[in-house]
């Protein structure tokens, strides 16, 4: 077989463009990239960054929650000591051991109904919800006494507590999760009808604190010197500051079904309250998403549920280094940007700030700058300009290569 110059010569060309076009396809590519670039709209990166940098969470209370609580202040507020407060009363759905003397037959189990009231034999039925085991025994002596079943001298009677049931209360104000809430619920594994026939029950379920808890934690705008009890259309106001530094936690108010509690906003944030304490949430959901070099997922990226569980109290930083946003090369990675997606307290609007993360490590300890998250705020990472440039090059020549060098071919 005779190779003529020709084929000699059309042989080197092909094998010079098959090397070097899809290479000169790449810094094309990279051309028009940066071309492209300099007209690409720039909301993004302009996305709430102001002049200084700094932002701060406001509270803004709508004028129904404003009306309500200056309704509030306007009532005829009872301020009760704390241990009249913390003494554990009697609510729907308990269940009471009776004993009287020298009267067996009347010993027993009684549950109060859900009007609140013991239903005793041969007797009218006695309201028993709100009232401390002291002044539930002077009840029912007075009221078998006026009805005449017994004399003074056979009316030595005792009850006690024997289960605690679950209730309702409503929770409004400076919570995260404003509304009705079941504290001191049962388990699901414990079989409903087993009351246990020994005197004595305690629980730390049906406090003000479990309330709190229950309707989300208190947040930074809560004013804890100015709470409001309603019970049975009485207002008591209480304060509940000590609660946070974990002081006089015996003291804490107990509940009964139907309780409500105001949680009064201070209008403005304290940092003093973002962190883990007994009225505030143990820990939070935020949602993150990474789907950004160098990792191109979330599974990649390692965010899984107990990267999304935040200690209550973490910041925007925490929340980058648990989304791998933080890390890998220095020169391509270091200008990354992070967004953040939240909310003022008490409105609904979404506030979206960006962080570069040069930033953020510049400014670690200025929460204007790294500002704390909330519960179900989001965060989404960003590449850095010189990963976009590359990507889009690559795109490009990866785009324009294959036709140019079957073009030429």
């Given at each position: ?90 609510s729907r759905g308990d269940w009471v051991k009776m004993k009287i003397q020298t009267m067996p037959n009347y ?198 549920t107990d990267a999304t569980r935040l200690a209550y109290g973490a910041s925007l930083l925490d929340a980058a ?32 700030i960006r962080r570069s993360i040069n930033q953020l490590l510049a400014n670690a300890s200025d929460y204007a ?41």
């Amino acid at each position: 077989m005779i190779i003529s110059p020709q084929s000699i010569i059309t042989l080197g060309i092909q094998g010079m463009f098959t090397t070097y076009l899809p290479r000169i396809a790449s810094i094309f590519g990279l051309l028009i990239s940066v071309s492209a670039c300099s007209v690409m709209p720039k909301h993004l990166d302009n996305a709430g960054e102001e002049t200084d940098h700094t932002f701060h969470r406001s509270v803004r209370l709508d004028n129904q929650t404003v009306t309500t609580f200056r309704a509030l202040q306007q009532q005829q507020l009872v301020t009760a000591s704390d241990v009249e407060m913390s003494t554990p009363r009697f609510s729907r759905g308990d269940w009471v051991k009776m004993k009287i003397q020298t009267m067996p037959n009347y010993d027993g189990l009684y549950q109060i109904n859900a009007a609140g009231e013991m239903e005793i034999p041969f007797s009218d039925p006695l309201l028993a919800a709100g009232l401390d085991r002291r002044n539930l025994i002077r009840a029912l002596q007075s009221s078998l006494l006026r009805q005449g079943w017994f004399h003074d001298d056979q009316t030595m009677l005792d009850v006690s507590l024997v289960r605690a049931s679950s209730i309702q209360v409503t929770v409004f104000g400076a919570v995260f999760s404003q509304g009705q809430v079941t504290i001191n619920g049962q388990p699901a594994t414990k079989p409903q009808d087993t009351v246990q026939h020994e005197t004595g029950s305690f629980t730390t379920g049906r406090n003000l604190a479990a309330a709190l808890r229950a309707a989300g934690g208190i947040r930074p705008d809560a004013d804890l010197r100015n709470v409001i009890l309603k019970r049975h259309g009485v207002f008591y106001l209480l304060n509940i500051h000590n609660l946070v530094d974990g002081e006089h936690y015996q003291t804490v108010p107990t509940l009964i079904q139907g309780d409500e509690i105001y949680v009064a906003s201070r209008g403005e944030e304290d940092t003093h309250l973002i962190r883990p304490t007994s009225i505030t949430p143990p820990g939070m959901r935020v949602l993150m998403s990474n789907l950004t070099a160098p990792a191109l997922s979330n599974a990649q990226s390692a965010i899984s549920t107990d990267a999304t569980r935040l200690a209550y109290g973490a910041s925007l930083l925490d929340a980058a280094i648990s989304a791998n946003c933080i890390g890998g090369t220095h020169n391509a990675n270091a200008s990354r940007s992070i967004l953040l997606i939240t909310r003022h307290h008490g409105s609904t609007q979404q506030v979206v700030i960006r962080r570069s993360i040069n930033q953020l490590l510049a400014n670690a300890s200025d929460y204007a700058v790294n500002p704390y998250l909330m519960p179900d705020d989001g965060v989404a990472c960003y590449d850095s300009r010189f990963t976009n440039l590359r990507d889009v090059a690559r795109g490009v020549g990866e785009l324009f290569g294959p036709i140019l060098l079957g073009g030429i071919l």
